[in-house]
């Protein structure tokens, strides 16, 4: 091998010992150990080449040798810088050092710095060395094969750089304003792959490449991830439940709230009983009445996807029974015990009535009422007692009172003619009470068992002349009958003498 160096060997007169170097193959030299430095530099940017440590007396020179060949190219010597060198950028020299400004890809190569003692012949060991002309990283562009997945598919995202000295890094990351940034790979992958892509995956990308000089960030794409309905969730205000599902109050304003994850988000229509009622998300009913007590379906529709979803919620209407509820007191068990009496029918649910200061006594409870039984003998004078009431329209529980009266005096009797003695009436009287008084004549064997006031009226023969008859007043708070007498006298009868 005899090249490369011959033309400066000729051109410059350079010293034969330079061309006596040259005569080294360029590969074994390289091979020598320990002597190869390795520098890199930037593409369009400096680099400084040291040819060792020598002075000013020496004389040196610089040469090239591109890639892959062996051909040397002298490029500076002493003073002086080639025309050959301008492939490899701007270059100048610092003493014996190279500088070359505005880095070429073409530098890229093995240069080698040769010098001796002016007007001796003293060699300075020669340098060896491997440049690599590093090339920054350019933006990366990021490509999404779907912006708009339909959750579950996959999704391919691919980051592209056209420019940059291998190894290049990839970093992925997504960007939301909840999670922020989140870095989802980092290696040498430039195809990431969400499969399947779900809600989750929904976000702005960037992908950021990385090499030994710099790093570059794509702009951002947004993925947008559709998907849903999800099944709707139903809520009620103002919140009651019943047994089967949902409840309120008639009358109220009752509004019902469908909810369903959707992107894009979904469409809703409410159906009462399978008919469609109403297109929304909220469905006010200003005045809901009992009648409109049933299934309640919420339907919500992704138009964008074309699918839907539905859920149905009972609704029960509860409403009052009429009017007010009724607290009394009746006599019970043969006239020996007071049943207290609580009521009110109607309404829906029933209402719940219950009786206060129980204690041990029996309490019969069933649709609508409540029966207290208390021993007669045993029940004070203006005793009271109390039935509380609840209903689920009922804001609070409310309240009906009786009291246990036994009135003063006792039965009074009396007999009345009518003219010409055709038919007489026999009162018996004892108002006031609670329970009433029960009056009878005769022990029950004439008329009727009275409250109160029992009144006998009969048509008269001889036979009555002289006769007796008993009223018995009952009341479970005595504890014995009370009577009164009346005897009828002789009679005289119209028409007879
Ligand atoms: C709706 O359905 C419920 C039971 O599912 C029924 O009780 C109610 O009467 C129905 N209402 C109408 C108006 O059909
Ligand atoms: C029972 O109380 C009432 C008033 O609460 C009174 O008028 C009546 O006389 C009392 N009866 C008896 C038998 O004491």
């Not at 350019?138 to 959750?151: A, G």
Request: glycine share 6%; proline share 6%.
């Amino acid at each position: 091998m005899d090249h490369g160096l011959t033309r400066d060997c000729k051109l410059q007169k350079f010293l034969a010992i330079l061309c006596a170097l040259n005569s080294l193959t360029f590969g074994e030299t390289f091979s020598l150990e320990n002597k190869v430095l390795t520098v890199n530099g930037v593409l369009d940017r400096s680099v400084e080449l040291k040819c060792g440590d020598i002075d000013a007396s020496y004389v040196f020179i610089w040469t090239f040798i591109i890639i892959g060949t062996h051909q040397a190219i002298p490029i500076a010597r002493k003073d002086n810088v080639y025309e050959e060198a301008s492939v490899l950028g701007i270059v100048t020299l610092a003493g014996s050092s190279l500088v070359i400004n505005k880095l070429e890809p073409r530098a890229e190569g093995h240069y080698t710095c040769m010098a001796f003692r002016e007007g001796t012949y003293l060699t300075a060991p020669t340098v060896y060395i491997d440049l690599t002309v590093l090339v920054p990283v350019i933006e990366p562009s990021l490509k999404i094969d779907d912006q708009t997945p339909v959750e579950g598919t996959p999704v391919q995202l691919s980051c592209t750089v056209k420019v940059g000295t291998q190894p290049i890094t990839y970093i992925w990351q997504r960007h939301t304003i909840l999670d922020g940034s989140i870095t989802l790979h980092e290696g040498n992958t430039s195809i990431l792959v969400l499969d399947p892509a779900t809600r989750s995956h929904t976000g702005w990308y960037t992908c950021t490449v990385k090499n030994m000089v710099n790093e570059e960030t794509s702009g951002r794409l947004y993925l947008d991830v559709t998907y849903g309905p999800d099944e709707p969730e139903i809520s009620i205000k103002p919140y009651a439940i019943s047994e089967t599902g949902f409840a309120a109050n008639e009358l109220e304003e009752v509004t019902l709230n469908c909810s369903a994850a959707s992107n894009p988000p979904c469409h809703y229509i409410w159906f009462y009983n399978y008919s469609q009622m109403y297109t929304g998300q909220m469905y006010v009913i200003p005045k809901i009445s009992r009648t409109q007590t049933g299934m309640y379906t919420c339907l919500a529709q992704n138009a964008h996807l074309n699918t839907r979803t539905q859920s149905t919620i009972s609704l029960t209407v509860y409403y009052l029974p009429v009017g007010s509820p009724t607290c009394t007191a009746q006599a019970h068990n043969n006239y020996k015990d007071v049943a207290l009496w609580c009521s009110w029918p109607g309404g829906f649910p029933l209402a719940k009535l219950k009786w206060l200061q129980p204690n041990e006594d029996k309490v019969i409870v069933s649709n609508s009422n409540a029966t207290l039984i208390k021993n007669g003998a045993q029940l004070q004078n203006g005793s009271s007692f109390t039935c509380s009431i609840s209903h689920p329209s009922l804001k609070r529980n409310i309240s009906c009172s009786t009291t246990v009266v036994m009135p003063p005096g006792g039965p009074n009797c009396s007999a009345v003619a009518t003219k010409m003695n055709e038919f007489i009436m026999l009162t018996c009287e004892w108002t006031g009470g609670l329970p009433r008084i029960t009056l009878q004549w005769n022990n029950n064997l004439i008329g009727d068992i009275k409250e109160s006031s029992n009144i006998y009226v009969f048509k008269p023969d001889r036979t009555y002349n002289g006769r007796l008859f008993t009223c018995t007043a009952l009341h479970p708070m005595m504890a014995e009958p009370a009577d009164c007498l009346i005897q009828l006298g002789k009679l005289s009868y119209g028409g007879e003498d």
